[in-house]
């Protein structure tokens, strides 16, 4: 039988640890938003300066609408 959340398409939480805990890849020391408010179409551009975290070759991946 289906719980209500994951009917509704919603994960079950889980715990996260400190050990769990590793620094970011990346950094974002600095973020610049310019936003146009418009009641029909309000338009948002952000400037990101971003910065390796270490000596790596992993991608910087965004994940955003």
């Known amino acids: 039988m ?7 398409g919603i ?6 640890r400190r050990e769990d805990y590793r620094p970011p890849d990346w ?8 936003f146009e408010l418009d ?3 309000t338009k948002v551009r952000a400037r990101l300066e ?4 270490g000596d790596h070759n ?8």
């Open 27 to 34: 950094l974002v020391p600095e973020v610049a938003l310019n």
């Open 2 to 8: 289906l719980d209500l959340q994951t009917a509704a």
């Open 39 to 41: 009641p029909a179409a």
């Open 58 to 65: 992993r991608p910087l991946r965004l994940d955003g609408d």
């Open 50 to 53: 971003v910065r390796r975290n």
């Open 11 to 16: 994960a079950t939480p889980h715990a996260i």
